[in-house]
C-alpha cells in the first residue's frame, strides 16, 4: 500500500530517530558529533523503471522518504549537508 502522506506523530518519531545517529567531521577528526539543525522530512513519489527502460507512467510509482539536514563541526566550523532517502523494501 502506498501512503500520501506522513502523520505528525511518524515525522517527529522518524526525526527523533535521525538525530540519534552520530555522524562525525570528515576534516578535523574531531571526536565530537556534528552538531544537526533544521532536520525536517518529506515523501515523494519515484518512479521506479528497470535498467534500459525510459521512465513511464505505467511503471511502479512508490512513496520514498526523504530525511534532510545540516550538520556542523563544532571545533572546526565546517558545514555538511546530508540527504537520506528511503526508497522502501527491496522485492
Not at 5 to 13: C, G, M
Not at 36 to 50: I, S, V, Y
Request: with cysteine; net charge neutral; glycine share 2%.
Amino acid at each position: 500500500m502506498i501512503r500520501d502522506y506522513l502523520s505528525e506523530e511518524s515525522e517527529r518519531k522518524i526525526i527523533e530517530r535521525f538525530n540519534s545517529i552520530d555522524f562525525y567531521c570528515i576534516f578535523c577528526n574531531n571526536p565530537d558529533p556534528l552538531d544537526k539543525t533544521n532536520a525536517h522530512c518529506e515523501q515523494e513519489r519515484l518512479n521506479f523503471h528497470p535498467p534500459g527502460q525510459d521512465m513511464s507512467l505505467y511503471n511502479n510509482l512508490r512513496t520514498s522518504l526523504r530525511v534532510s539536514a545540516f550538520l556542523i563541526c563544532p571545533q572546526c566550523k565546517n558545514k555538511f549537508f546530508v540527504n537520506i532517502l528511503d526508497q522502501g523494501k527491496i522485492k
